[in-house]
């Protein structure tokens, strides 16, 4: 790999933390010195420069994957790119793209500085405090599971009341259940596509390493438990899926699967761990397809099926639709960009976006079989 | 002319009436009655509410639980003796006065705690309106005292009237 490849991607990972940055919400005291409110009063610019930075990105992915299937990429070279991305973007804004990270540091300071039950007390309750002017689900009781609530106050107490430190600390966290989820990938895949696809993967490393979303540690726990079932560690692969539900309750869907390899194990019987992983991609992309059950579809609730999907990069439809996906669900957040609102055309216009993609990878697939 | 004047009349002390009653009765909605003394449920009822005691930590959680069964045995208390059950109904009404006496000093805590209590303190204000009103047709409608025949233990007389009395002085005490 050349070295001009690892300073462009430096540089544009420089560039790219820089702008999140304009996004900076007015009511966020703690950053009063560097709000410019660009994104608010610029929409239209600030929509193409965003599009431009996530073509740029996918197109950077692109060479990485392209490098792992010629096989100019050593394990070092991948290891040295995905320390220059999470060092660069752990640096950025995180709500540029989700107040999600504010609702968490609400709902963990609920429970370590309050002492009140987030599942009854919301943090609306707690008038006057300065997290109200900018938390957008301060009205809503927690929504994550205790194991996530209890890993928020890791960060919460490395704050040592400073939000700021907060605030980067919980991305901090992010960050290494980042880094562990690609080294269980590697573990479990030892494929070094599968590593570049999920290590550099726009979708991913954006929802992770920016907005701070704990999707990523949800997997990180899933992928974690299949991987003791694979080493015969029925209790502690137990204990780690529980701990996945625990995070976020989607990964319950995953509980026959899990059930299976457990049995396959008691009675010895051979496991096709990539039969597992196939089956575990559908089962998170009906969790995927759900979302809007319940509120909406989210970007990052693509990193529960991208995970798996990567495992499995020989089942190309699948592949593909789903790096079709994660490019278009980048888009999704372009509309309210645009507009500034969320009502009208906008709803529609990122459902359009979100599906289009996918869909025609699944048209072409549909054709050429026919052909 | 004339009738115009009755008609104004009339519409002024209609008018009046049915504003003044919109003043006296608050707001606050009391829970529709759960399963009864009796009921297959009940028991684990009075499990589930043993258990969450402790699942409503903190001043506002137990804030919220004691103010939930005080509305509980409220509503309970009330459709007993509706239901001339006067002994189940005296004892559900003890209830909620013991949970109402715990209301307000986890506001206390929670003001201590540094926690601005001031909306917690309006809901306050107007579950003990809802249930001031509520006491006051319950003492409307139900008698005096009951004279209670347990089959194989000598009578009592329940004091209905002195039991809302105290529940509805005990409310007033904290308005």
Known sequence: ?371 | MKKFFRFAAFFLIFFFITMSRVYAESNYVLPYPSSMPGGMSYNFHLLYESVSKYWYFGNFGQFNYNLKLADKYLVEAKTLFEYKQYLLGYKALKKSDQYFINILPNLARARRNGKNMLHKRVIFKESTRKHIETLEKMEVDTPDTFNWQPEKASPTILDIKGAIEYSINVRKKDL
Not at chain 1, 217 to 227: C, D, G, H, R, Y
Not at chain 1, 231 to 236: A, D, N, S, T, V
Not at chain 1, 354 to 359: D, K, M
């Open chain 1, 1 to 371: 790999m050349k070295k001009l490849t690892v300073i462009l991607y430096s540089v544009f990972l420089l560039l790219f933390t820089i702008f999140s940055y304009i996004f900076v919400d007015p009511n966020l005291s703690y950053f009063k010195n560097i709000y410019s409110g660009f994104a608010f009063s610029n929409r239209s610019l600030t929509t193409i420069f965003y599009t431009l930075f996530i073509l740029i990105f996918f197109i950077f992915y692109g060479i990485f994957v392209y490098f792992g299937v010629k096989k100019k990429i050593s394990l070092k070279e991948i290891s040295v790119l995905f320390g220059i991305t999470v060092v660069v973007l752990l640096l950025s804004y995180p709500a540029m793209l989700s107040y999600d990270i504010f609702n968490y540091i609400a709902t963990s300071k609920v429970l370590f500085f309050y002492h009140e039950n987030p599942y009854i007390v919301m943090p609306i309750e707690f008038m006057g405090d300065p997290l109200l002017a900018f938390t957008h689900a301060a009205n809503k009781i927690a929504l994550y599971g205790p194991v996530w609530i209890t890993l928020t106050g890791i960060p919460y107490f490395l704050g040592f009341g400073n939000f700021i430190i907060n605030l980067f600390a919980l991305k901090f966290l992010a960050g290494v259940f980042y880094l562990t989820t690609i080294f269980i990938v590697w573990k479990i895949s030892k494929n070094i596509i599968s590593l570049i696809l999920v290590a550099f993967n726009p979708l991913i490393v954006i929802e992770t390493l920016i907005s701070g979303h704990n999707d990523i540690v949800m997997i990180f726990l899933a992928l974690l438990s299949f991987f003791l079932l694979a080493k015969k560690k029925i209790f502690l692969a137990t204990l780690f899926f529980a701990s996945a539900i625990f995070i976020k309750y989607t990964t319950a869907l995953l509980l026959p699967v899990f059930l299976f390899i457990v049995w396959k194990t008691i009675t010895r019987k051979e496991i096709h761990f990539e039969k597992i992983f196939y089956y575990s991609s559908l089962l998170m992309y009906i969790a995927f397809l759900l979302s809007p059950i319940r509120e909406e579809i989210y970007p990052w609730y693509a990193i529960w099926f991208l995970s798996f999907v990567f495992l499995v990069p020989n089942k190309k439809i699948l592949l593909h639709t789903s790096i079709a996906f994660s490019f278009s669900l980048l888009f999704r957040y372009t509309p309210y960009m645009l507009t500034g609102t969320y009502a009208g055309l906008t709803p529609f216009a990122k459902e359009i976006i979100s599906f289009t993609p996918p869909a025609l990878v699944l048209i072409y697939y549909g054709l050429k079989k026919r052909v």
